[in-house]
Structures are given as C-alpha cells and as structure tokens.
C-alpha cells in the first residue's frame, strides 16, 4: 500500500467531511454559519466534483503550501496551546483544500483532536515513504493505546508529530472517555452496524439470556435471539462482499477512524492493558478486549486471499442455524437480484449528488 493511497484516502475522507457539515450549515437558512455552509459548497462543486483515490492531484497541491505553514505546524511544543494554532494569522487563512482554509476547516469538523489527526497524517503522507514506512505509521494510526513502539521511525520530524498526536489522543480520552461515535455514522461499519440494529429484537435477545446471563449458552441455542442475529449479519456480510461494497482499502479506513475517533475504546494488542499503560485496577489484565489491530489485520488477510474469501463465503452460507443439523444456505439468484438493485441505487445517488 503507498503512501499516496493512505494520504488521498485522508484526504477524500476529510472533504466528505466537510461536504456533509456545509450541506447542514446551508439547509438552515437563518444561521449565522448559512453563508460559510453555501460558500463551501460552492468550492467543493468547482474543485471536487468528481475524487480519483488513484490521482497524485492531490498531493501535488499540498505539496504548494509555504514550508512554513508546516514548520509552524511541527514546532508546536505545548500540548495545552495546540488548538490555538488554528487561529494563528500565518495558519488560518491557508488552503488545504482550494478554496477552502484552515479556519473554516477546524469551525466545520467542529472537533480539534480530528483536525490535528488529518493535518498529521497530511504531513507524515505528504512526502515518499518506504513501504516499510507506510506500514509502520498506518499501525501507529491504529493504535488505540498508544502502544506501538516508536524507535523504528527514523524520521525525528515525523517521531516528534507522531508523539505529539498520541498526547492529543490521550488527553482526548481522558477529557471525554474516548467514545464520539458521531464520526462513525457515514463509515462502512458504521452504516452496517445501523441496518443490523434495526433489525434487531432486543426484547428477543434478552429473552435468549435469561435470569443467568449466559450469553455462550443463548449463542448456541438455535432458536434464541443471538443465532437469528448472527445469520442476519451474516447475510448481510455476504450481500455486501457478492456486491462489492465490502472491501479490503474500506475496513482498513474505517479501522483508522474508530483509532482517531474512539481512542481507548478498544482493548490493547495481545490483550493487555493497565500494567503497560500505567492504567488503573492495578495493573490488571483485561483478557477480554478485542484488538481491532489484529480483528482488521485478519479480516483483511481473509478478503485479500482467494483461500480465505471462499472460506468466509462458505461459513456465511454453511452456518448451522436450524434443528436437526440442517444447513442455512445464501440464495444466490436473490443475491444476484439484490446486487443490481443496489448498484442502480448507487448509480441513481450519484447523479443526484452531481447535480446538487
């Protein structure tokens, strides 16, 4: 994976963003903010009406920015002043986006901590990095618990922004615990996690645990709650790889934004956590947290290999939900059907998106 591909996968996300918190600014026509809302809007139509995540269009424009924009960006030393930054007269007039400066950027995401994870990311991509590299920075990124190691970035500029960001992150954590899931909603797991929510019936899955609360025994009841939930996500996993719309570059950004959005949320690699991180409970292991490093590590190894692929394919439709040992199967041709429908739906969005 280059570095060009992280940085314009950051940086189409960031004017998605920014398109979708003008278009709110704009619907309300007696707010203060109605003029900047239009203002973006305008210049996202006549820069960005069409994002190519293979173009070095870009990179090539950021590359234009004064040196001393990023200077000032690197010499921020005081952790509790960082935010100040984005008002400074040399910062908030500048463009990362054409038509678009800094100061209207940090008032639409209405989030500091998220500004200052895009513009890190947009200066450690900026530039050619080693494969070795990009690897190195994007598990950093994905890092919830600041917890990689940090002695194999040769680049002390680029070691200094990335240190700096953990301290944001924690401070972050700390200040709010960590949990903002209002950034999730237009990602890919977040959009999945919403449709299987709707579906659910919780009163059922309750039902399913009893007064006990063994959830492994309600799993492995056929009829409860949880296997019916398990067969529909699993459907729905299965619809979306058959279309299309479940891919390996998606997980992997949708895993970097719950690590920019969601520190904390997730448990450490191989486990553990307080001992390492000076955390309370005193230095107890958590053994149950996920790692989403390793989770998004594996699912992606799986969709990249054809071996693993038809492997999730057939647990998709093998899975043993009903009595008597028989098998649940996908149906194909209401797959197939299903496919061309959300492709004439996606097609259907996109035209009215470019004519907005």
Not at 172 to 181: A, E, F, L, R, V
Not at 216 to 227: H, R, V
Not at 267 to 294: C, F, L, M, W, Y
Request: glycine share 8%; net charge negative; aromatic share 8%.
């Amino acid at each position: 994976m280059s570095y060009q591909f992280i940085f314009n996968q950051y940086y189409i996300d960031l004017i998605k963003r920014i398109k979708t918190s003008a278009k709110h600014m704009k619907e309300d026509e007696k707010g203060d903010d109605y003029a900047l809302g239009k203002g973006i809007l305008k210049s996202i139509r006549e820069n960005y009406i069409t994002l190519d995540k293979s173009s070095d269009e870009y990179l090539l424009y950021v590359k234009t920015i004064s040196a001393d924009f990023w200077s000032s960006y690197i010499n921020l030393d005081d952790i509790n002043s960082t935010n100040d930054w984005f008002l400074s007269d040399e910062v908030k007039d500048v463009c990362i986006y054409k038509n678009i400066p800094v100061s209207s950027i940090r008032k639409l995401l209405n989030d500091d901590y998220l500004c200052h994870h895009f513009f890190s990311v947009f200066y450690l991509f900026m530039d050619e990095l080693s494969d070795d590299d990009v690897k190195l920075y994007v598990s950093v990124l994905q890092d919830t618990k600041n917890e990689v190691g940090l002695d194999n970035i040769t680049n002390e500029l680029h070691k200094k922004v990335i240190e700096r960001l953990n301290e944001l992150k924690t401070k972050k954590n700390k200040d709010t615990g960590g949990i903002d899931m209002s950034q999730m909603e237009d990602t890919m797991l977040g959009k999945l996690a919403k449709e299987i929510l709707e579906d659910v019936d919780v009163e059922k899955l309750q039902k399913s645990i009893g007064d006990n609360g063994d959830i492994l025994k309600a799993i492995g009841d056929p009829d409860s709650g949880f296997s019916e939930l398990i067969s529909n996500v699993s459907r729905k996993m299965a619809n979306k790889i058959s279309t299309g719309e479940l891919k390996q570059e998606n997980l992997l950004q949708d895993a970097m934004k719950f690590a920019a959005t969601m520190p904390g949320l997730f448990g450490a690699p191989n486990n553990q956590s307080g001992a390492r991180n000076g955390g309370g409970g005193g230095g107890e292991t958590r053994k149950n947290e996920p790692d989403v490093a390793s989770m998004m590590n594996m699912m992606s190894s799986m969709m990249n290999n054809k071996e693993g692929m038809d492997m999730f394919k057939n647990m998709m439709g093998n899975m043993n939900n009903q009595k008597g040992g028989s098998r649940q199967t996908v149906n194909k041709p209401a797959l197939k059907k299903l496919a061309t429908v959300n492709k004439l739906k996606s097609k259907l969005a996109k035209r009215r998106e470019a004519q907005e």
